[in-house]
């Protein structure tokens, strides 16, 4: 990471910040909220139990041997947050609690938002009970034992061994040891509600009810529910004695629909039983309905949102955070979480083999977002054990997030992982995804829709040459290189009908599902991955092939935000904004025009290089996955074409308007885009402008077009250009290594020192016909990465565990995306020994901007310092130098970097970086 000393800094602010009142003071649930509640966050006594010795010793009973050292509730153990470091499996937390005496006429309970693994609460040294399970809430009963305004010894044990058949997921970005989630006092009626499901049906104007009760209820009770609406509506129920749980159904008249421009929130009261021992809480629902269904007038399947298709544009959300992990630091970074995925134009995020955080849910819900919520997944085996807990964590995460209507589908199984059995096949062992196992996965599709059937149900999200059973969704996971998106998602599509047995296993096939990708990016599509790397350009690739293929219903980038061995977020890890690079390539661009209702393609090509006068020919598509009441009357393009020539003059070559006819959730090929190349060597941007009547933008696009062999001389004939080859510095010194980059087309000196360059000085140019003289490079700083130095090692280790994660650019793919974190450099240029100049480097920069660097990687499956490039470096030559330039026939050019600053230098020629340059004397005669 870039500037550390600044992440670090931050870090310890926030962590002192954090312990210095209560973290996390919100009620954890508001879909599920009782007013009686009391929070027990913040400093509790801890003990580490490495030998496992405290239940021996009844430390339960005796909370002096846990005062050995405080923890930060309700962080985990191993995370900085909790101000304790990870040194053993099983840990004892210790508060003095208080109950008050109003709470009398009630039961009292401890609720634990999760822990894991295996849980033990005790109250005055009695055992209040166990819990075993990592990601779901659990209660229990005070009541007995409590001595009401009176101090009492809460203790709890956590046991968190390695168990393989235990949930873990991706704990190896950040283990979740111990107590995770907020733990607090709640009052509950004698009798309650545990649960209170509420299925909308937005076809009938009403809501199904179910209330849930823990035990069959001890007498008859009158169940009431109000909902608040602008008349109010207000239902009672009765309920036997006896009773486990009660189903009906209330009327929403005119219901005012949850929408992702209007996700409209209805709230609710509910009370059970009479005066001072009823139960009261209250919660909100959406009125909303998703369904599978075909695009009008077609075969083609796509997820529905109220009766009406919607074309999917999600993110990979591994919910992590770097000094909390499981947990965030506070409800306002949850909150923004949201915003940050709807600030760039996405429609949902798929929280990755983690049951969400309730509140980050709650947001999600308030501010109009979908999720996909996946169940975790074990790295055992799918013995007894293993299927026990998934069935039970699976079960819990369903009632507990029954009601948000942010959530669309349940994935219960991701990649097969933990579900290969190790069998011996010619005397070798390999896994195999077993056919009695892929029963069990059937099994739990069905379990799931028993249990939910308002939401999509996923199966598994296949990767890696697995495929479905059973499921609502025909997902698929694929990680390629920009330049394989076309004939991969032709493929996909030509592959996908109904009775297909594509992306099925043996004895299952496609019915009418829609098909999505549900994880893509580059991170995983080049050897070893790819480190901290410009993910835009290979991501443009990808959008506009998937905008060309309306088979494919949405696509999920991977990822939201970087996590410890995936550099290859929207966002950072400490979640910075990364440079895109879209802005500065077209001006006013940015993500949300790539995740636009309207899109114009011109396939996963975005760079074409020819030679001057040479025509070149551009296929163009229109993408409309929206609404007819959404298009207006007709659509204009606007074509810009415009470059920079050699010598660094701007000009618009041309521009001119097209009417398109459209048709509403379509994908339509348009007329190809001609276009005679410029006569000048230079590099252009052809912007394409999507506008309706009124000359809103609702979509703007490019491709970048290299004229790579034409003239190099100004039309002004007093001016003359003379460079020397990029590859063939006439000297050059560094202190640290000196090597070349993008296939040879870059030169890298890292510390101190210098290139050189010889240019031969035109006989004709006399001193007294010259008017100025400059020099330009196109230049930027180049530090020493992980990759780059000779004890950089190896990136070792099992990634999905977390390991091999010390330095994001020692992968030998990476070279770090431009963020907020910056590289600055200093160049002294010097002209015959005379100093012509100092500049500033502001960064080492590597995005969409980088267009050469990335054109001329091979395609080979790696990459070389991909997206590079540096800033436009110009000076004016001393008169002395020009002088002895004459007198001598040579001007020597010498980029140096001080030893007081040893920043390193890197240079661009006309092969890679941002502008089509050679380091070049620009000579203008008087």
Not at 87 to 101: N, T
Not at 197 to 210: G, R, Y
């Amino acid at each position: 990471m870039k500037n550390f000393k600044t992440y670090l800094f931050s870090l310890l602010f926030t962590s002192y910040f954090l312990q210095a009142q209560m973290p996390l003071p919100e009620h954890p649930r508001p879909d599920f909220y009782r007013e009686n509640w009391k929070n027990l966050n913040g400093q509790w006594d801890f003990a580490f139990d490495s030998l496992d010795i405290g239940q021996k010793q009844k430390w339960f009973a005796n909370p002096a041997n846990i005062q050995k050292g405080i923890i930060n509730v309700p962080f985990s153990w191993a995370s900085v947050l909790s101000g304790q470091k990870d040194l053993a499996d099983i840990g004892w937390y210790h508060k003095k609690i208080k109950v008050p005496k109003a709470w009398s006429q009630k039961r009292t309970f401890v609720v634990i938002g999760a822990s894991d693994w295996e849980t033990h609460v005790y109250l005055d040294g009695k055992l209040l009970g166990s819990h075993q399970g990592g990601y779901t809430p659990f209660s229990f009963d005070l009541t007995p034992y409590l001595q009401y305004d009176k101090e009492q010894s809460l203790v709890i044990r956590v046991d968190d061994k390695r168990r393989d058949f235990t949930l873990y997921g991706k704990q190896g970005y950040g283990n979740a040891r111990g107590l995770w989630q907020t733990i607090y006092l709640e009052s509950r009626g004698v009798d309650y509600v545990e649960a209170f499901e509420i299925s909308p049906d937005i076809d009938k104007n009403l809501i199904q009810v179910k209330a849930i009760f823990p035990q069959a209820t001890s007498k008859a009770l009158t169940l009431k529910t109000h909902i608040q609406t602008k008349e109010g509506i207000t239902f009672q129920k009765e309920v036997p004695a006896g009773s486990k749980e009660i189903n009906f159904s209330i009327a929403i008249p005119k219901p005012r629909l949850w929408t992702l421009e209007d996700p409209y929130l209805y709230d609710y009261q509910v009370q059970l039983g009479d005066a001072e021992q009823m139960d009261q809480f209250s919660g909100y629902f959406g009125m909303r309905k998703i369904t599978a269904d075909f695009l009008p007038n077609s075969d083609i399947a796509y997820v529905f949102l109220n009766n009406k298709p919607i074309y999917l544009k999600l993110a990979l959300d591994q919910s992590y955070h770097p000094e909390g992990f499981y947990t965030f630091p506070t409800d306002k970074f949850m909150y923004d979480e949201i915003v940050r995925s709807k600030k760039i134009g996405l429609n949902g995020i798929r929280t990755h083999i983690k049951a969400e955080i309730p509140r980050k849910l709650y947001w999600a819900d308030k501010l109009g977002l979908l999720v996909m919520a996946d169940l975790p997944n074990s790295w055992g085996e799918p013995g007894e054990l293993m299927r026990k807990e998934a069935e039970f964590t699976l079960r819990e995460m369903i009632k507990r997030d029954f009601n948000h209507p942010s959530i669309f589908s349940w994935i219960v199984f991701n990649e097969t992982w933990g579900l290969t059995t190790k069998v011996e096949e010619n005397g070798k062992k390999k896994s195999k995804y077993l056919p009695s196992t892929q029963k069990w996965v059937t099994e739990m599709y069905h379990l799931t829709k028993d249990l939910d059937m308002s939401r999509l149900v996923e199966d598994n999200s296949i990767c890696c040459g697995f495929g479905h059973t059973e499921t609502d969704i025909h997902s698929w996971h694929s990680y390629l290189p920009g330049y394989e998106w076309d004939e991969f998602l032709k493929k996909q599509s030509d592959s996908t009908f109904e009775g297909s047995t594509w992306n099925f296993e043996k004895g299952y096939k496609q019915g009418k599902q829609p098909m999505i990708n549900s994880e893509f990016g580059n991170v995983w599509g080049y050897k070893n991955s790819t480190g901290d790397v410009d993910y835009t350009f290979d991501y443009h690739k990808a959008m506009n092939a998937f905008r060309n293929n309306i088979k494919v219903a949405g696509w999920l980038y991977t990822e939201h935000h970087d996590v410890i061995n995936e550099w290859n977020g929207y966002y950072k890890f400490d979640r910075t904004e990364k440079e895109t690079g879209l802005g500065a390539l077209a001006k006013g661009m940015s993500l949300k025009d790539l995740h636009a209702d309207f899109y114009i393609s011109t396939g996963q090509e975005i760079t074409f290089a020819g030679k001057a006068g040479e025509k070149l020919t551009i296929p163009l598509t229109l993408s409309a996955l929206t609404d007819q009441s959404k298009l207006g009357q007709n659509l204009h393009l606007k074509v810009i074409f415009e470059g920079q020539t050699a010598w660094g003059e701007r000009k618009t070559w041309w521009e001119n308007n097209r009417l398109i006819d459209f048709k509403p959730w379509s994908v339509q090929k348009l007329q190809d885009l001609t276009l005679e190349l410029p006569k000048d060597r230079s590099i252009n941007t052809l912007h394409l402008i999507l506008q309706d009547d009124n000359g809103a933008i609702l979509h703007q696009n490019f491709v970048n077009v290299i004229v790579e062999n034409g003239n190099i001389q100004p039309s002004d004939p007093k001016q003359k250009l003379i460079e020397a080859s990029l590859e063939n510095p006439t000297a050059l010194k560094w202190s640290k290594k000196d090597w070349r980059a993008v296939d040879g087309h870059k030169l890298n000196g890292a510390g101190f020192g210098f290139y050189e360059y010889e240019f031969n000085w035109p006989s004709n140019l006399k001193e007294g016909d010259i008017a100025q003289v400059s020099f330009f490079v196109e230049a930027s700083p180049k530090p020493l990465l992980g990759k780059d130095r000779v004890d950089s090692g190896k990136m070792e280790g099992d990634y999905m565990l977390g390991k091999g994660t010390s330095d994001p650019s020692k992968n030998p793919n990476s070279y770090p995306q431009t963020d907020s974190y910056k590289n600055p450099g200093i160049v002294q240029i010097f002209a015959n020994a005379q100093l012509a100049g100092t500049v500033d480097l502001e960064d080492d920069p590597a995005d969409h901007q980088g267009i050469l660097s990335w054109h001329y990687q091979p395609r080979n499956h790696e990459l070389n310092e991909a997206g590079t490039y540096g800033y436009w470096v110009q000076v004016n030559i001393p008169a002395l130098s020009i002088q002895e330039a004459v007198n001598t026939g040579k001007m020597k050019i010498k980029l140096e970097v001080p030893e007081a600053f040893s920043t390193g230098l890197a240079l661009y020629g006309t092969k890679s970086g941002r502008f089509m340059i050679n380091p070049s004397l620009l000579i203008k005669t008087k």
